[in-house]
């Protein structure tokens, strides 16, 4: 069964200091991994997926097989950043999603 | 709004009772997926339908659970005898047809379940 971690349940940041907010999985096959985000009172909205190898609003995140880690890297954080993160995992090619218990970042003014 | 949509948003109920939430996915999705989200949890995976075919159950979905599809396009899921464990957000998500890889999913604003 697949699994995925985040150790973190808050992470609190000053505007311009860089972000990392981690995630770790565990599935024997080749997932796929991603990032959800969930701002206030809004919704879950998917952020970026490790295929794409794309930034989206300054975030990247590399997948790293050998520590099956796929962390949320920014180089400077914005206030607007801060919102619920999720690391999400599909595996199998049923679109059934396994998502980690979310991170709040708070980028601080 | 053409996003996903859920009914209702809130959902007060006493142990014991049904509850019925609905969710209509965008329009030309024909996948539609139900989780469920616990405080201090990220969402769980219920259940999955491709059209109105009910394709993949999760444990989670004991037998006070049913989900449908009839037509294909919105999706109900009924609880019945709710039991105070039960509340929680239950999101529903919809994509669009797709292969083997995955789409990404849209979800709705989500319904919050209470069971006093």
């Known amino acids: 069964a697949q699994r995925v971690t985040q150790p973190e349940k808050l992470l609190s940041v000053f505007k311009g200091a860089p972000v990392e907010l981690k995630c770790n999985y565990s599935y024997s096959g080749s997932p796929e991994l991603f990032w959800y985000v969930q701002y206030s009172r809004q919704r879950l909205q998917l952020l970026l997926r490790h295929i794409s190898r794309e930034s989206i609003k300054g975030f990247t995140a590399d997948l790293n097989k050998g520590e099956t880690s796929f962390h949320l890297k920014k180089p400077f954080a914005q206030e607007e950043d801060s919102a619920m993160y999720y690391c999400a995992l599909e595996a199998g090619g049923y679109q059934k999603v396994t998502f980690g218990t979310g991170t709040k970042l708070q980028v601080i003014p | 709004d053409t996003g996903v949509s859920q009914d209702p948003r809130h959902k007060i109920t006493k142990r014991g009772q049904n509850v019925t939430f609905r969710c209509d996915p965008i329009s030309e999705h024909n996948r539609l997926y139900w989780y469920r989200q616990t405080l201090g949890q990220g969402p769980e995976f219920l259940t999955y339908f491709q059209n109105e075919a009910q394709l993949e159950k999760s444990r989670l979905l004991s037998d006070r659970f049913s989900a449908e599809r009839p037509k294909g396009s919105f999706s109900t899921l009924e609880i019945q005898r709710t039991e105070q464990g039960d509340s929680a957000m239950y999101l529903c998500?919809?994509?669009?047809?797709?292969?083997?890889?995955?789409?990404?999913?849209?979800f709705g604003p989500g319904t919050r379940l209470t069971v006093l």
């Open positions: 998500a919809s994509t669009e047809p797709g292969g083997y890889s995955y789409n990404e999913q849209f």
